[in-house]
């Protein structure tokens, strides 16, 4: 009887046992007598590889380059299966425009300039993405006038977008429309804070000539910073104006820490060389200059390189570097890009004056920003034009309407221009200025400075007045 009631149990406990040994190998495939483990649901996909990219590039923030390389590719397999997808051809401009400017490569700039227009092509009723993509890809040709166009589009159509707002403030700086710049970073700190707006309102309290409060600024964006290659942008930005302010080795600090974080930061390699030749460490300056110059072939670290060489009597590898600059002039020409700026500086001082003068008074008519009054005047002296320098000069320098960012390099070339035109007091003041801001600013002319400085010596003793007898 006893043995009668057992077996429906042991059947049913048989039957739970298959039970288990079914559900705990539902998820399993028997493979060459081995079991295969299965997925048991198909789950959240991954992230794409380039996803960090976008989210960087559509949030206004630096990228990290292998992300770029990986969302372009993303985004030219999207347009392909689906050319009708005007996000996606916004996207890939945009990315375009970041990998031309991180490694000066103006060859990406015809590919983002098509991919934008597609977008806007496609979608040509509010787009912002795509006009925004413009307006920074006018920004990296140096397009002033176009960035200021198409931002004031973008912004037209989405007042709130407050990345558009970074994109204008270039602009308006560019074209030495200062005070329309920091209205436009007033309203972009009204709707937005953090790291990126941080940056940004340094970029314009440094062209107000507010230093401090531009390294303050950097130094809460590089705070927080939410991954290392916005990080190390920010900190590029920091090595920079710690130089500009004379203090190489906190430069060289920010500059390594950038490298260390990034070492894409090709920007920060070039500040190492800038910085390690104002301490005397000419070997490993020329070093970090040419690791720089050789992945990011910017025309600016081939002008310096050349002049690091001449400095130190190598007029022949210096005479490579200015081919250098020469041969990614052109280049950049072909992308549409405009490097006048650069290369009427390199004119002025190594090749031929008056060509630089022609180049430069074209540039100022397109884009009259104090960096380009500055290489104008101090072309205009080179090509012995003196009282026409001293105007230029004097915008460069000026305090208002808003401009005030009073460089080292400025300060010297007013003071020369001043000293030519026998205005030595003048002169004097502000040789000394130039050397006070930065006394290593360049290694060709700080020297230059301070032998000009020692040439008008002290200031001469005229005592005091005496007050004629019948004076009040």
């Known amino acids: 009887m006893e043995n009668k009631q057992e077996g429906p149990v042991r059947r049913e406990r048989s039957l739970g046992r298959r039970r288990v040994l079914i559900a705990s190998v539902a998820g399993c495939a028997v493979l060459g007598?081995?079991?295969?483990?299965?997925?048991?649901?198909?789950?959240?996909?991954?992230?794409?590889?380039?996803?960090?990219a976008r989210e960087a590039v559509g949030g206004g923030v630096p990228a990290a380059l292998?992300?770029?390389?990986?969302?372009?590719?993303?985004?030219?397999?999207?347009?392909?299966?689906?050319?009708?997808?005007?996000?996606?051809?916004?996207?890939?401009?945009?990315?375009?425009?970041?990998?031309?400017?991180?490694?000066?490569?103006?060859?990406?700039?015809?590919?983002?300039?098509?991919?934008?227009?597609?977008?806007?092509?496609?979608?040509?009723?509010?787009?912002?993405?795509?006009?925004?993509?413009?307006?920074?890809?006018a920004n990296a040709r140096r397009d002033f006038r176009a960035a200021r166009r198409w931002g004031e589009a973008a912004l037209k159509l989405e007042p709130r977008r407050w990345t558009t707002y970074p994109l204008l403030i270039d602009a308006y700086s560019g074209l030495g429309e200062y005070k329309a710049a920091k209205r436009t970073l007033d309203r972009l700190t009204g709707l937005r804070s953090g790291p990126a707006v941080l940056a940004r309102a340094a970029a314009v309290y440094r062209d107000r000539g507010w230093r401090e409060d531009a390294a303050a600024s950097l130094a809460d964006a590089a705070a927080g910073a939410r991954v290392p290659v916005e990080r190390a942008a920010y900190l590029e930005r920091a090595g920079q104006l710690a130089f500009e302010r004379g203090d190489p080795d906190v430069a060289l600090r920010h500059f390594r820490e950038a490298v260390r974080l990034d070492p894409d930061q090709w920007a920060a390699r070039a500040g190492q060389g800038r910085t390690l030749a104002a301490l005397g460490r000419t070997t490993q300056a020329l070093n970090a200059y040419r690791a720089a110059l050789a992945a990011q072939p910017c025309p600016q670290y081939a002008l310096e390189l050349g002049e690091l060489y001449e400095s130190l009597g190598m007029p022949e590898a210096a005479r490579v570097r200015y081919g250098v600059l020469r041969e990614r002039v052109r280049?950049?020409?072909?992308?549409?890009?405009?490097?006048?700026?650069?290369?009427?500086?390199?004119?002025?001082?190594?090749?031929?004056?008056?060509?630089?003068?022609?180049?430069?008074?074209?540039?100022?008519?397109?884009?009259?920003?104090?960096?380009?009054?500055?290489?104008?005047?101090?072309?205009?002296?080179?090509a012995g034009e003196p009282a026409q320098a001293l105007r230029f000069a004097l915008t460069a320098t000026a305090t208002e309407p808003g401009g005030g960012a009073l460089d080292a390099a400025s300060m010297y070339h007013r003071g020369m221009i001043e000293r030519s035109l026998k205005r030595y007091g003048a002169a004097r003041r502000h040789l000394t200025e130039a050397l006070r801001i930065n006394p290593h600013f360049s290694p060709l002319h700080a020297p230059a400075?301070?032998?000009?400085?020692?040439?008008?010596?002290?200031?001469?003793?005229?005592?005091?007045?005496v007050m004629d007898d019948g004076a009040g």
Not at 340 to 361: C, I, Q, S, T, Y
């Open 33 to 52: 007598g081995v079991l295969v483990l299965l997925p048991r649901s198909a789950g959240p996909a991954p992230p794409s590889p380039g996803a960090p």
């Open 331 to 382: 280049r950049a020409a072909a992308g549409g890009a405009d490097e006048e700026l650069v290369l009427g500086r390199f004119e002025a001082d190594h090749g031929d004056p008056k060509a630089a003068v022609r180049r430069l008074r074209a540039e100022w008519k397109r884009q009259p920003g104090t960096a380009v009054a500055d290489a104008l005047g101090w072309a205009l002296y080179r």
């Open 66 to 137: 292998p992300g770029l390389e990986e969302l372009i590719e993303e985004r030219r397999e999207a347009v392909r299966t689906r050319p009708r997808d005007a996000t996606s051809w916004a996207v890939l401009g945009a990315a375009y425009v970041e990998r031309g400017r991180r490694l000066s490569d103006p060859a990406s700039y015809p590919r983002a300039e098509k991919a934008l227009r597609t977008s806007l092509s496609v979608r040509p009723e509010r787009n912002t993405p795509a006009l925004a993509g413009l307006a920074a890809l």
């Open 449 to 465: 400075a301070r032998a000009a400085l020692d040439a008008l010596g002290e200031p001469p003793d005229e005592g005091v007045p």
